[in-house]
T-cell receptor
Framework: AQTVTQSQPEMSVQEAETVTLSCTYD???????LFWYKQPPSRQMILVIR??????QNATENRFSVNFQKAAKSFSLKISDSQLGDAAMYFC??????????????FGKGTLLTVNP | SAVISQKPSRDICQRGTSLTIQCQVD?????MFWYRQQPGQSLTLIAT?????????ESGFVIDKFPISRPNLTFSTLTVSNMSPEDSSIYLC?????????FGPGTRLTVL
């Protein structure tokens, strides 16, 4: 079974600075997807960024980028120019590439990000 | 993307009663899922709601406790049966759309 580990229960960053959230995972599969979700206090889960394992290029979405190291099974999220609205719980998630029941997500325990003005 | 709504958004229930949570998606989707998020914890998958057949439950979750319906490609319900205080959680539904999953806003359940 796949596992996802987020070793930082809490992180803080100053507004306009950069912060990196860590995520490692364990799998025997060669093809899969990785995601970062954001859950603000409103509790709505919002997809921040996704990465396909077969792609070597790291995904980027505006101020959010990932550092995907497949051999090391590491998938960190970098938030640049942090904004107050970035404050939330961030979850790393894994999904197998197959269809059907493989569509389910396995989540890490989350990292609570605080942004200080 | 898909827009997902859930009803109710929150409820306070007495132990021993049951609550049915509804999940509506604004487009047809093949895969729908139900997750539980206990206070301060991550999300745990309860089951995959299959259209036209029984739900597929994860280890530790059973149909008698969490019956699920999936009458069509846009709608699903989760019932939390014979509730106890340990069932107090946020329950979220999600839908698989292309290669991503989108989540509803969640239902916050408190059992007294």
């Amino acid at each position: 079974a796949q596992t996802v580990t987020q070793s930082q229960p809490e992180m803080s960053v100053q507004e306009a600075e950069t912060v990196t959230l860590s995520c490692t995972y364990d799998t025997s599969e060669s093809d899969y997807y990785l995601f970062w979700y954001k859950q603000p206090p409103s509790r709505q889960m919002i997809l921040v960024i996704r990465q396909e394992a077969y792609k070597q290029q790291n995904a980027t979405e505006n101020r959010f980028s990932v550092n995907f190291q497949k051999a090391a099974k590491s998938f960190s999220l970098k938030i640049s120019d942090s904004q107050l609205g970035d404050a939330a719980m961030y979850f790393c998630a894994y999904r197998s590439a197959g269809g059907g029941s493989n569509y389910k997500l396995t989540f890490g325990k989350g990292t609570l990000l605080t942004v200080n003005p | 993307s898909a827009v997902i709504s859930q009803k109710p958004s929150r409820d306070i229930c007495q132990r021993g009663t049951s609550l049915t949570i509804q999940c509506q998606v604004d487009s047809q989707v093949t895969m729908m899922f139900w997750y539980r998020q206990q206070p301060g914890q991550s999300l745990t998958l309860i089951a995959t709601a299959n259209q036209g057949s029984e739900a597929t439950y994860e280890s530790g979750f059973v149909i008698d406790k969490f019956p699920i319906s999936r009458p069509n490609l846009t709608f699903s319900t989760l019932t939390v049966s014979n509730m106890s205080p340990e069932d107090s959680s946020i329950y979220l539904c999600s839908a698989g759309f292309l290669d991503e999953q989108f989540f509803g806003p969640g239902t916050r359940l408190t059992v007294l």
